[in-house]
């Protein structure tokens, strides 16, 4: 069975740039996150589909990040325009359902702002 | 008070040693206990899953959760230089939103 597949998996930009993220889940995975784990600190959520509808994007900063499932499989993490403090490394992950179901993480993409 | 506390280590200890990581949780809603190893530049690996209190082990790798207390841990037994890693527990309730809470992760190294 195939992983969670993100890209890239590094990106440096200049701080007020925008930066796009992908990820592709396990097949048949209904539901999807988004995780921001800065270093030192454990993986923080900021989005959750199920399908293609939002759960939960109550810890998504919506003036500047974005994120579409617009057919119920892969995604888009967006970030217009980027700031110091979103250096991290940014963690999709997957699960069958909700609901106590465990997560399956991909390699995320680190993010570097200069 | 964060919902989910780790000490960060680091924690060093011989191969062959029996390591045992920690972690408190604050939210008595949490039914849902995971550990994640994380090596470095890789994403978390779901390591083990139990649900509400009771012990689970998987080969060298003991899950312990005792709700009364509020307490989870991890035993790693004969531990391996590969078994140096971050990691992380994790938690979560019974809602349908699925919202997993992390602590920060400990760090172990094994020493040969």
């Known amino acids: 069975e195939a992983g969670v597949a993100q890209s890239p998996r590094y990106k440096i930009i200049e701080k007020r740039q925008s930066v796009a993220f992908w990820c592709n889940p396990i097949?048949?995975?209904?539901?999807l996150y988004w995780y921001q784990q800065i270093l030192g600190q454990g993986p923080k959520l900021l989005i959750q589909?199920?399908?293609?509808?939002?759960?939960?994007d109550s810890q998504l900063p919506k003036d500047r990040f974005s994120a579409e499932r617009l057919k119920g499989v892969d995604s888009t993490l967006k970030i217009q325009p980027a700031k110091l403090e979103d250096s991290a490394v940014y963690l999709c992950a997957s699960s069958p359902g909700t609901g106590g179901q465990p997560q399956h993480f991909g390699d995320g993409t680190r993010l570097s702002i200069l | 008070q964060k919902e989910v506390e780790q000490d960060p280590g680091p924690l060093s200890v011989p191969e062959g040693a029996i390591v045992s990581l920690n972690c408190t949780y604050s939210n008595s809603a949490f039914q849902y206990f995971m550990w994640y190893r994380q090596y470095s530049r890789k994403g978390p690996e779901l390591l083990m899953y139990t649900y509400s209190s009771g012990n689970k082990e998987d080969g060298r790798f003991t899950a312990q959760v005792d709700k009364s207390s509020k307490y989870i841990s991890l035993f790693i037994r004969d531990s391996q230089p590969s078994d140096s890693a971050t990691y992380l527990c994790?938690?979560?309730?019974?809602?349908?939103?699925?919202?997993?809470?992390f602590g920060q992760g400990t760090t172990l190294q094994v020493k040969p």
């Open positions: 994790a938690a979560y309730g019974s809602s349908n939103t699925g919202k997993l809470i």
């Open positions: 589909f199920q399908n293609n509808g939002v759960v939960d």
């Open positions: 097949s048949g995975h209904a539901t």
